[in-house]
């Protein structure tokens, strides 16, 4: 019998509380989170404008888990030492908003941080193709970035098997993780079609359940 995957869960603070945003990322590392998961909007590539570094820091004060932060900004070159500076553990540009990105992945990670990049929903694969074997984590949207809540878009699941049976046929080590209308009833579906690493914004912290009750939910979706 085939052994079970090993799945990361990245509770995203953009459904958080911002109010009480230290206590909620506590309560999803207690809860058994293995990264947190920060979206930074900048009204520009995304109708939004979310956070900046200066959270980033603030949250690094926080938890010990690795923050995954996921830039929804166009020009990230801009911002990346920043984030790195502020305690990023993981960045993650997206293609689309990053005409030169084999440099900007050498960027991030000559700052010793991990390198990701995001695919949006209609965006296919093969944008990759050139940086695939850098990267340490593909973050692929199952939703079009800039707002929380959204439902999963099926389609979706097709370019995570893809990708899935891309790197193990290269036997490259990057992460596959996923954004975008993750709950307990997606959770299994997109494990099966390959994802390792999800996010959940609103099935972790709007639920209408303790982030502790909402993260066991989700867990035990995938035993």
């Not at 603070?13 to 809860?31: C, M, N, P, W, Y």
């Amino acid at each position: 019998m085939e052994a079970k995957p090993q799945v990361k869960l990245a509770p995203s603070i953009l459904s958080a509380d911002f109010a009480r945003l230290g206590e909620q990322v506590t309560a999803a590392a207690k809860a058994g989170a293995d990264y947190i998961h920060v979206d930074v909007m900048d009204g520009q590539f995304v109708p939004q404008i979310t956070i900046g570094a200066p959270v980033v820091a603030a949250l690094r004060k926080w938890t010990d888990l690795p923050l995954d932060v996921h830039l929804m900004i166009q020009t990230p070159e801009k911002q990346i030492a920043q984030f790195a500076d502020a305690g990023a553990d993981i960045i993650t540009v997206h293609v689309e908003a990053c005409p030169g990105l084999q440099q900007i992945v050498r960027e991030i990670k000559g700052l010793g941080v991990k390198a990701g990049v995001s695919l949006n929903p209609e965006t296919p694969l093969d944008s990759l193709s050139e940086v695939l074997p850098a990267l340490d984590l593909v973050l692929v949207m199952t939703v079009n970035p800039g707002y929380g809540g959204q439902p999963f878009i099926e389609s979706t699941l097709d370019k995570i098997a893809n990708l899935r049976a891309e790197l193990d046929e290269k036997g490259l080590a990057a992460e596959l993780e996923v954004d975008g209308g993750i709950n307990a009833r997606v959770a299994p579906r997109v494990v099966k079609a390959g994802a390792r690493v999800l996010v959940a914004g609103a099935a972790v912290f709007a639920s209408g359940q303790t982030v502790e009750k909402a993260l066991k939910e989700l867990r035990a979706s995938l035993s």
